[in-house]
T-cell receptor
Framework: EAQVTQNPRYLITVTGKKLTVTCSQN?????MSWYRQDPGLGLRQIYY???????DKGDVPEGYKVSRKEKRNFPLILESPSPNQTSLYFC?????????????FGPGTRLTVL | AQSVAQPEDQVNVAEGNPLTVKCTYS??????LFWYVQYPNRGLQFLLK??????LVKGSYGFEAEFNKSQTSFHLKKPSALVSDSALYFC?????????????FGKGTKLSVIP
């Protein structure tokens, strides 16, 4: 089944404890992206990647890191999480960076930083 | 900068009645417009998109949307609502020549279909 998977689905952590949220897609998509969803703010893009080893900042990149060493994986790294990073996170992918391409979303990761 | 507005936080409609979820956009030039739906505890699912051509776009689950350039709107519609349509709906826009591959989302509209 074609899908985008994220792990973990739920995570509670404490301030300053480094964490990684994994994202993997099995559709051979070039383009991958991370969003956070907050009530009243909709989805905001954190980082995106147009291909392996090519990443760029979105609207809200502060406090986050990403890497794209393999085409299928695009992990999101929080080096020192803070409470304002408590949010619902979505990974997405599309076949190419083309702007008409439909993005496919993962199921989401709900992160709570205490 | 491109932006998307969904003027209603919540829309309530009776089952069987037509539904409309509103979306307006602000960009320079012609946009590419998308609608996504999010069911509880699920990721976003693509519904439909407008790229070019016919202003009326048909999508999944019986939904359609009408692109109106003069009113800069892209409202989502369905002739007869189902209880299972209850979900959070997001409008999104991309601009072809902005040099960015960013998809800008609206804040979302919660649709409740009342039995």
């Amino acid at each position: 089944e074609a899908q985008v998977t994220q792990n973990p689905r739920y995570l509670i952590t404490v301030t300053g404890k480094k964490l990684t949220v994994t994202c993997s897609q099995n559709m051979n998509h070039e383009y991958m992206s991370w969003y956070r969803q907050d009530p009243g703010l909709g989805l905001r893009q954190i980082y995106y990647s147009m291909n392996v080893e090519v990443t760029d900042k979105g609207d809200v990149p502060e406090g986050y890191k990403v890497s794209r060493k393999e085409k299928r994986n695009f992990p999101l790294i929080l080096e020192s999480p803070s409470p304002n990073q408590t949010s619902l996170y979505f990974c997405a992918s599309s076949l190419s960076p083309g702007i008409t391409d439909t993005q496919y979303f993962g199921p989401g990761t709900r992160l709570t930083v205490l | 900068a491109q932006s998307v507005a969904q003027p209603e936080d919540q829309v309530n409609v009776a089952e069987g009645n037509p539904l409309t979820v509103k979306c307006t956009y602000s960009v320079s030039g012609n946009p590419y417009l998308f609608w996504y739906v999010q069911y509880p505890n699920r990721g976003l699912q693509f519904l439909l998109k407008y790229i070019t051509g016919d202003n009326l776009v048909k999508g999944s689950y019986g939904f359609e949307a009408e692109f109106n350039k003069s009113q800069t709107s892209f409202h989502l519609k369905k002739p007869s609502a189902l209880v299972s349509d209850s979900a959070l709906y997001f409008c999104a826009v991309r601009v072809p020549w902005a040099g960015s591959y960013q998809l800008t989302f609206g804040k979302g509209t919660k649709l409740s279909v009342i039995p």
